[in-house]
């Protein structure tokens, strides 16, 4: 099955600086690519998602990165702000119905 | 904006009884999923629905667990025999094509 690796599992940043994330997945059938905010104790939250048909998608300070190719895809934050502070998941689906999370990456921004 | 509902917030139960918990999708959503996510740890994929019928299953899905769609608008999620192991948040989630949208879960402590 579907096997996703996230980096680092914790990330701490500055305010105003840039912070990135890396998941490796397994299956190239996988085909949609989404990223989720979590904050403690709360449902996660879809913040971008991209397709495989995609390299690149940006919405505002968050985009996303696609290599289809070396089956990796990257999150990536600019100008962090402290309610930036989450864990963040990446997750890979492998068919309609199958989606895999990798572990998460708790990201703490320092004012 | 249209959510994803789950009930109870926090379940108690005794090892070895059975739990139901129940989720209220999104009113023109297709397709339904449960995810369990242990303390501290990622998501995991349990089972997505149908077409009034399971379409994909994880290995965590096992024997122990059903789900159904006992009518128009619930969704639910049976444990039929709890073990200490299965104390997590239980996350329901339901889309209409690939975005899918998270219930706020339930916790479920087995006793």
């Known amino acids: 099955g579907e096997n996703v690796e996230q980096h680092p599992s914790t990330l701490s940043v500055q305010e105003g600086d840039s912070a990135v994330i890396k998941c490796t997945y397994s299956?190239?059938?996988?085909?949609?690519f989404p990223w989720y905010k979590q904050e403690l104790g709360k449902r996660p939250q879809l913040i971008i998602d991209?397709?495989?048909?995609?390299g690149e998608k940006k919405d505002q300070r968050i985009a996303v990165t696609l290599n289809k190719t070396a089956k990796h895809f990257s999150l990536h934050i600019t100008e962090t702000q402290p309610e930036d502070s989450a864990v963040y998941f990446c997750?890979?689906?492998?068919?309609?119905?199958?989606?895999?999370f990798g572990a998460g990456t708790r990201l703490t921004v320092k004012p | 904006e249209p959510e994803v509902t789950q009930t109870p917030s926090h379940q108690v139960t005794q090892m070895g009884q059975e739990v139901i918990l129940r989720c209220v999708p999104i009113?023109?959503?297709?397709?339904f999923y449960w995810y369990r996510q242990i303390l501290g740890q990622k998501v995991e994929f349990l089972v997505s629905?149908?077409?009034?019928?399971?379409?994909?299953k994880s290995e965590i899905f096992d024997d122990q667990f059903s789900v159904e769609r006992p009518d128009g608008s619930n969704f639910t999620l049976k444990i039929r025999s709890t073990k200490l192991e299965d104390s997590a948040m239980y996350f329901c989630?339901?889309?209409?094509?690939?975005?899918?949208?998270f219930g706020d879960g339930t916790r479920l402590s087995i006793l």
């Open positions: 989630a339901s889309s209409e094509n690939q975005e899918q949208h």
């Open positions: 997750a890979a689906r492998r068919t309609n119905n199958d989606m895999r």
């Open positions: 991209i397709r495989s048909n995609v």
């Open positions: 009113s023109n959503h297709l397709y």
């Open positions: 629905f149908y077409n009034n019928e399971i379409s994909e």
């Open positions: 299956d190239s059938a996988s085909n949609y």
